[in-house]
């Protein structure tokens, strides 16, 4: 194949270098676009056919359903490695020697304490309150008690805003869905690994110790792993643009978790759980869902359905529904609403309207029947979704920062009223 490509606007032609990433796929750079066709633009609502940066990040190919995180394929790190080794790898680049990863982990520890005014803001807020506003707030509300993160030109102090909101986060998470249970809060506890930390932070009751259960732990520390990084999806997409003006990271981060929150995207796991609890609630007639969500009168979609990029299965969800299988068996639990799933998921294969259309079970379509089965609340799947997105998000914010980006400005093609007079309000 040429490395140039070719367009022809009227009598006028173009050449354009072609880019080509390490797996070879192809973009054509339209950086000088604007200026060699004297103001001519793209538009691609959506970012359908759009790359908005190179990225070392994160390789997935939505044909084969392959997903590799920093070249690692996901099903080998989600069986074989654990969330904070993988927040490393995708942070910095490669899985960290065991000297790293001590040194990683014990700097986040370091700075596990949350300012004592944070529990002020979070109990001004009402007890009904979605997590994810409240999460998001607080992420942003950090910045204030942590002045520093905001000055990241360097590698180093990148490295200390990191380990930061590594620290606090999952104080933040655990503090959320105590605050809407009317339960306690706590800090943690200094001696435990990264995942049983944050079990310890939501579950710990104040009359007993806390007994982990590994099942528990193992079946997190998977799904945190699975939901690490997705390249350019809306919310990492959302703190790429946000970051890209230097704002510091926790508020680039909080734009992220709204971004999160819609269920067109993480939002999707809530809705999954919440959509099943309705078909069963309504005698279990998973046609009839069928039906509405293949009718274009009704709005109703398919949630856990489909997936921008997922044309043929999404890897996670195969990983996702082999462990639900599992943690449901370990934990004995009965659950008729996996049922449910997997009678949607056989009509969904069978359907040609989904079968045309390429819309197969995403990651979330299995990952809130796990969540359930481990005692979180349904409103809290989408902050469990975020827990895992940290660190991919300070990945792609970090590789931002250091590549040096613009700030990012899309352009438009203005459709309104083109120049008229203003008219006194009594003649109007
Ligand atoms: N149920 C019914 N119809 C659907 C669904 C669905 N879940 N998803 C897509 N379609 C139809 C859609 O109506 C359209 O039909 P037509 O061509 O006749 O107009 C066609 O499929 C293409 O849909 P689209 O909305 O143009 O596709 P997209 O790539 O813009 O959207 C999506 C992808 C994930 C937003 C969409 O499939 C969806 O809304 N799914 C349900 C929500 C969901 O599960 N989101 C989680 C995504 S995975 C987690 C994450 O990373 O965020």
Redesign the pocket.
């Known amino acids: 194949m040429s490395d140039i490509a070719k367009l022809q606007i009227g009598d006028n032609s173009y050449e354009f270098p072609l880019v080509k990433g390490t797996e070879n796929e192809v973009a054509i750079d339209i950086k000088k676009l604007r200026v060699v066709t004297n103001g001519i633009i793209t538009i691609d609502p959506?970012f359908?056919n759009t790359g908005s940066c190179e990225s070392a990040i994160t390789f997935l190919d939505g044909e084969k359903g392959i997903l590799r995180y920093r070249g690692y394929p996901i099903e080998e790190l989600a069986e074989k490695a654990d969330f904070l080794e993988v927040s490393y790898a995708l942070i910095f680049g490669n899985l960290p020697t065991k000297q790293e990863l001590d040194k990683f982990h014990a700097d986040i520890k370091e700075h596990s304490l949350v300012d004592d005014d944070v529990r002020k803001i979070l109990e001004a807020f009402p007890k009904a309150a979605h997590p994810m506003g409240v999460l998001a707030s607080l992420t942003s509300a950090l910045t204030a008690f942590n002045p520093s993160s905001v000055n990241t030109a360097s590698k180093e102090d990148m490295y200390h805003a990191i380990v930061r909101i590594l620290a606090k986060f999952p104080v933040l998470v655990g503090w959320t869905m105590r605050k809407s249970k009317g339960l306690h809060l706590n800090y943690g506890k200094k001696s435990l690994g990264y995942v049983e930390n944050i079990l310890y932070l939501m579950f710990k009751q104040p009359n007993e110790e806390y007994v982990m259960n590994p099942i528990i732990k193992d079946a997190l520390d998977k799904l945190l792993i699975l939901h690490g990084d997705?390249e350019q999806?809306?919310s990492t997409s959302t703190v790429r643009i946000a970051g890209s003006s230097h704002v510091g990271l926790f508020a680039s981060l909080s734009t992220g978790i709204s971004a999160l929150w819609g269920?067109?995207?993480?939002g999707?796991n809530q809705?999954?759980l919440e959509m099943l609890e309705a078909i069963q609630a309504d005698g279990g007639d998973t046609k009839k869902y069928m039906a509405k969500?293949?009718d274009?009168n009704d709005p109703f979609?398919?949630?856990?359905?489909?997936?921008?990029v997922y044309k043929n299965f999404?890897p996670r969800a195969k990983i996702i529904k082999k462990a639900a299988d599992e943690v449901l068996n370990d934990l004995g639990v009965d659950d008729p609403i996996l049922k449910i799933a997997k009678g949607l998921e056989q009509e969904a294969l069978n359907e040609p309207?989904f079968v045309e259309?390429k819309?197969y079970p995403?990651?979330?379509?299995y990952s809130g029947i796990i969540y359930r089965a481990m005692g979180i609340p349904t409103d809290m799947f989408t902050v469990m979704f975020a827990l895992g997105r940290l660190p991919g998000w300070i990945a792609q914010w970090r590789e931002m920062r250091l590549n040096k980006e613009p700030i990012g400005r899309p352009r438009q093609i203005y459709i309104g009223e083109t120049e008229r007079h203003f008219v006194e309000l009594d003649k109007r």
């Open positions: 959506g359908k997705h999806n809306c269920p067109l995207h993480g999707a809705a999954v969500a293949k274009k979609r398919l949630m856990g359905f489909g997936h921008r999404d309207y259309r819309l995403n990651v979330d379509f």
